[in-house]
């Protein structure tokens, strides 16, 4: 009878071997792996004299189709001023090129290059038109990927953060929607040699993106060919529709406009003599709206159309500069009945009156209704526009405001040709 510490001793011995046998096969899967890799590798770029510098569509009839995807990561900035706005982005390419077909063998689903073999694989020459300064990521390693699958399928990604162009219409700002594009196109090949084409998918990014001072409304796709010197070339589009958000603008310029406009009026309640008060509540607020109007226009373009910022600030601008004028005018009528009196004050106590035939008459019994009836009136005509004010100012902006509301929140105006 065997001794159970034999039997246990046999047991380990063969889970060891086992295990040993095990492990020498996975090594030897994986150098066979790694040669076969090689070998393809070697058929490829090697023996077969591929030439990254032809495309193609030079030994296939029709041209190189190439699918394009987009995955944005983030829109980092909207300038209004530069009227350009800033995204990171994987930009993602894919075509057919019959010369990289190899035997799937040992496993081997797709080749994975490394950035030092990717320049030796011909890619289409996509350009973005309206880019203003991009860059590839470098860190820690270049932010590219080439896979390569046996149907000569190729699958070219790269990570880019660029600034473009956005041509911005500013009519209604800061009630605005904006429409920003971006195109790619092929630089040196004709539609006859290469064509883009969006992927299934062409657009996707993070659900919770967000940006500071807009609304994303979404993303549209569409082909744009382009004819220079009589060639087509190829051409891809995406438009970002953007909804500004202005509860900022409302809090930091709107407000403090409407209060410094009904801060103007409180000078049509002091009386008419207070004229140190009045004047310098005149000049206070349109000092105040003169300096608000060009901090809210600081970081915009000088455009050549009237924006609706500038028609807000102009009008309130109006109204605290009429409320001056309005004061100005009450203190002439009001410096009228000063001057008369200082006038009668020094005149002889007898003076010779016409309903007397031309005799002395006392002061003291002159028809004084007749001295005093035009001041009389002139202040009582200032008192009149200050009352006529406490109503007017306040019912034209209230007027003002619904017109203006009206026209720019249903207002759209044409932010495309043919939109």
């Not at 150098?31 to 032809?54: C, M, Q, W």
């Not at 009839?61 to 982005?89: A, F, H, K, R």
């Not at 971006?182 to 062409?202: A, H, I, R």
Request: charged letters at 20%; aromatic letters at 12%.
């Amino acid at each position: 009878m065997v001794a159970p510490g034999k039997i246990v001793k046999l047991l380990l011995l063969t889970f060891i071997t086992l295990a040993s046998s095990n492990k020498d096969n996975e090594n030897n899967r994986k150098a066979e792996y790694s040669k076969a890799r090689e070998n393809v590798l070697k058929d490829l770029f090697k023996d077969t004299g591929y030439d990254p510098t032809i495309s193609p569509s030079f030994n296939e009839d029709g041209p190189v189709v190439c699918q394009v995807q987009l995955y944005i990561m983030s829109i980092n900035s909207i300038s209004d001023s530069s009227m350009d706005y800033s995204m990171s982005m994987f930009i993602r390419q894919q075509w057919n090129d019959s010369r990289l077909m190899y035997n799937e063998t040992l496993g081997i689903t797709h080749l994975e290059l490394d950035t030092k073999v990717m320049k030796n694989v011909w890619v289409p020459d996509l350009f973005i038109n309206n880019e203003k300064k991009a860059n590839i990521h470098h860190v820690t390693v270049p932010n590219m990927l080439m896979h390569i699958y046996p149907n000569g399928k190729v699958v070219y990604s790269m990570r880019i953060t660029g600034t473009f162009t956005c041509e911005m219409n500013l009519l209604k700002y800061p009630l605005d929607t904006q429409i920003c594009s971006m195109g790619m196109e092929s630089y040196g090949y004709s539609t006859e040699n290469l064509v883009f084409e969006w992927n299934e998918d062409p657009i996707s990014y993070p659900p919770n993106m967000s940006l500071p001072q807009f609304e994303l409304d979404g993303m549209t796709t569409y082909k744009c060919d382009k004819d220079y010197v009589g060639i087509s070339y190829t051409c891809l589009k995406v438009d970002i529709t953007l909804t500004r958000n202005y509860g900022y603008h409302i809090i930091q310029i709107y407000v403090p406009s409407f209060l410094i406009v009904f801060l103007s009026w409180v000078s049509f309640w002091l009386n008419i003599d207070a004229i140190p008060a009045r004047i310098s509540l005149g000049l206070l607020t349109v000092l105040t709206m003169t300096t608000q109007s060009s901090g809210a226009r600081a970081s915009l373009p000088k455009v050549s159309y009237v924006k609706a910022i500038d028609v807000w600030m102009a009008m309130c601008l109006l109204f605290v500069f009429g409320a001056l004028v309005e004061f100005a005018y009450v203190n002439v009528l009001a410096r009228v009945e000063r001057r008369r009196q200082a006038s009668i004050s020094e005149r002889r106590k007898v003076h010779t009156d016409p309903d007397t035939n031309g005799e002395p008459v006392e002061w003291e019994k002159a028809p004084r209704y007749r001295l005093f009836l035009k001041s009389v009136t002139d202040r009582e005509k200032a008192r009149v526009v200050d009352k006529v004010s406490r109503v007017t100012f306040p019912l034209v902006f209230v007027t003002f405001n619904i017109i203006y509301w009206t026209v720019y929140i249903f207002w759209e105006p044409v932010l495309r040709e043919g939109s």
